[in-house]
Each structure stands twice: as C-alpha cells, then as structure tokens.
C-alpha cells in the first residue's frame, strides 16, 4: 500500500525559495505518476505540477511555471517540488498524490478521484 509524507514547508518571505519533498512507502514511486496540489482557505484545490513515472514529462500551472521546479529521485523513493520566487500568493497546504500512469501527467484542478495516497500536506506560508 502506497503512502506519501509531505515536508519541507513552512514560513518563508516572499522571493524566497523552499524545497518540498513528497516521500513514498509501501511502494515505488517509480510505478506512478505524481502531482502536487495546493489549497489555500476558501478556495478550490488547485493543481500545482505534475511529474510522468519515467521522470521525462513534467507540467505545470500557468501560475507557477517558471518558479517551481518538480523531480524525483528513485534512489530516494522521493518526488522534490523546488519552488522559488515565491509570492503571497503561493500561501496554501501542499499536497502530493499518485495516479497511474494510464492517466497522463496533467494538472487536476478541484476534484481529483483518480488520485491516491494523499499525505497529510505540509504548510507553505509566504509573508513578510
């Protein structure tokens, strides 16, 4: 049974960088695609990245590309989201989840039934 733990929030001022990681047991990441979401209060769950199980097709939400970098590294059993520059407006919980990789590396916004062993989140908050 696949589990993922998210790490690596926390306070950060804007333009600063943070590092997520997202680390998996029970299973391979390998065998699955990966996407990072996000939900700040009040708002829809929002797509942030995703990462093919190959590691060779990633995307990413128009409000992030450019600023966050996704990868993974199987050694580690670990997908990393390097976000930098970051801005106010990244404030939310982060969250990682798998789908299979039938299902494409796409970015999900809202609901998200085809995704699996989501984490706990790790909060993400930008402030100066």
């Known amino acids: 049974q696949l589990q993922l733990v998210e790490s690596g929030g926390g306070l950060v001022q804007p333009g600063g960088s943070l590092r997520l990681s997202c680390a998996a047991s029970?299973?391979?990441?390998?065998?699955?695609?990966i996407n990072w979401f996000r939900q700040a209060p009040g708002k829809e769950r929002e797509g942030v990245s995703c990462i093919s199980s190959s590691g060779s097709t990633t995307n990413y939400a128009n409000s992030v590309k450019g600023r966050f970098t996704i990868s993974r590294d199987s050694a580690k059993n670990t997908v990393y989201l390097q976000m930098n520059s970051l801005k106010p407006e990244d404030t939310a919980v982060y969250y990682c989840?798998?789908?299979?990789?039938?299902?494409?590396?796409?970015?999900?916004?809202?609901?998200?039934?085809?995704?699996?062993?989501w984490g706990q989140g790790t909060q993400v908050t930008v402030s100066s």
């Open positions: 029970g299973s391979t990441l390998d065998w699955y695609t």
């Open positions: 989840a798998a789908v299979s990789p039938l299902f494409g590396c796409k970015i999900v916004n809202g609901p998200a039934p085809d995704f699996r062993s």
